[in-house]
Structures are given as structure tokens and as C-alpha cells.
Nanobody
């Protein structure tokens, strides 16, 4: 069973930065596509960014130029560097992984494994 554990969330002021980490169990991490999603109170979970098996990435328009996804296959870890944070970035952030190669990585339904989430709060 694959397990994902997020860390790095917290409280930050507008304009600040945070780096989230997601540790993924398993020996075949390099075969996984990974993504970050977020869910604000009262809203649906939404796509933030994803990275495919070959390192290509895609970003939601709302975070382009501010957030950066990266992965370290030797450490089985994916990172989300978040800069220039805004109050509207406040949400629980989830990482997700899949080995299936079906459909766009921006779609929640294309992921098999999810972490428990980490809270990010941006104060104004």
C-alpha cells in the first residue's frame, strides 16, 4: 500500500513563502505522477500543480509564477515551493500520486493515492 505524508504547512503573512513536502512510500516512486491539490473551507478540492513521470509539470493559472513543484526520486519526496502567498491560497493542501496513465493530471479522479493534508493559512 502506498502512503503519502505531507508536511510543511503553517501560518504565514501575505507575500511570504512556504515549502511543502510529501513523502511517498514504495520502491517505484519514479514511476508515479504526483500532484498537489487544495481545498478551502466550503469549496471543492481544486488542482494546483502536477508533475508527470518524465518531470514535465503543469500549473493552475492561479499559481503560475508563484508556486514550483519538484521531486527528489532518491528521497521519494515531492515538494511544493510557494512564494508570494496570498490570503486566497489559504487551504488544506493535499499531495496525490498515480501510476496509471489515464487522462489529465489536473483531474482528481486520475489519482489513486492521497495524503492526509496539511493546513496552509495566509494572513492579510
Amino acid at each position: 500500500q502506498v502512503q503519502l505524508v505531507e508536511s510543511g504547512g503553517g501560518l504565514v503573512q501575505t507575500g511570504g513563502s512556504l515549502r511543502l513536502s510529501c513523502a511517498v512510500s514504495g520502491r517505484t516512486f519514479s514511476r508515479y505522477a504526483v500532484g498537489w491539490f487544495r481545498q478551502a473551507p466550503g469549496k471543492e478540492r481544486e488542482f494546483v500543480v502536477a508533475m508527470n513521470w518524465s518531470g514535465g509539470s503543469t500549473y493552475a493559472d492561479s499559481v503560475k509564477g508563484r508556486f514550483t513543484i519538484s521531486r527528489d526520486n532518491a528521497k521519494n519526496t515531492v515538494y511544493l515551493q510557494m512564494n508570494s502567498l496570498k490570503p486566497e491560497d489559504t487551504a488544506v493542501y493535499y499531495c496525490a500520486a498515480t501510476v496509471r496513465r489515464l487522462g489529465p493530471l489536473s483531474s482528481l479522479s486520475n489519482y489513486d493515492y492521497w495524503g492526509q493534508g496539511t493546513q496552509v493559512t495566509v494572513s492579510s
